[in-house]
């Protein structure tokens, strides 16, 4: 890892947070479970600094969690949290946009999403014209789901 990300130091903090001693096997036993944008810039567990978009994962077997940036939880999980924080963005900058397929799926997986605001918006999510009814649930949904990632600390169900 470059740009002043240290993957020895990453892989040494989340084998000791692990129950297996091999990379490859403890990789494995973590997952994405929380993100949020930082307040305050904030180090990484690789030494990044500065960081903003902050992923928590969680250990399945130890029940241990733990803070990463964005760019490590993707080099380590190999999960797009990038995706989800560019949508996130772009509601962010303009209400009416749609949530990207990856961002409405972490969501309702972690139970912020209803069934019914899930479905409607992947039902919604290509569509550019929308009904006047259809926009203002859009911009509801999207005011929901920012103020969960606004409030540090954002999590599912486990």
């Known amino acids: ?18 129950q ?6 403890a990789r494995k036993e973590w997952s994405l479970v929380d993100i949020s944008e930082a307040d305050e810039p904030d180090t990484c567990l690789c030494g990044h600094f500065p960081i903003i ?7 399945r077997v130890t029940g241990r969690r733990t803070e ?9 999980l190999g999960f797009r949290s ?4 560019a949508a996130i963005k772009r509601i962010r900058k303009d209400i009416t ?18 069934s019914w605001e899930c479905g409607f918006l992947q039902d919604t999510m ?10 203002a649930t ?5 005011e929901k789901v920012l103020a969960a990632i606004s409030r540090r600390g954002f999590r599912g169900p486990d």
């Open 68 to 76: 990463v940036g964005n760019r490590c939880v993707k080099r380590f």
């Open 20 to 25: 297996a001693s091999d990379w490859e096997v």
């Open 97 to 114: 946009k749609s949530l990207n397929a990856d961002a409405i799926a972490f969501f309702n997986e972690r139970g912020l999403l209803t």
């Open 53 to 59: 978009e902050i992923c928590q994962i969680a250990n």
């Open 138 to 142: 859009r911009q509801r949904i999207n």
């Open 1 to 18: 890892m470059g740009d002043g990300h240290n993957f020895r130091q990453l892989r040494e903090c989340i084998l000791a947070l692990s």
């Open 82 to 85: 990038d995706l989800i924080f």
């Open 126 to 135: 290509s569509k550019r014209a929308l009904s006047p009814a259809q926009s």
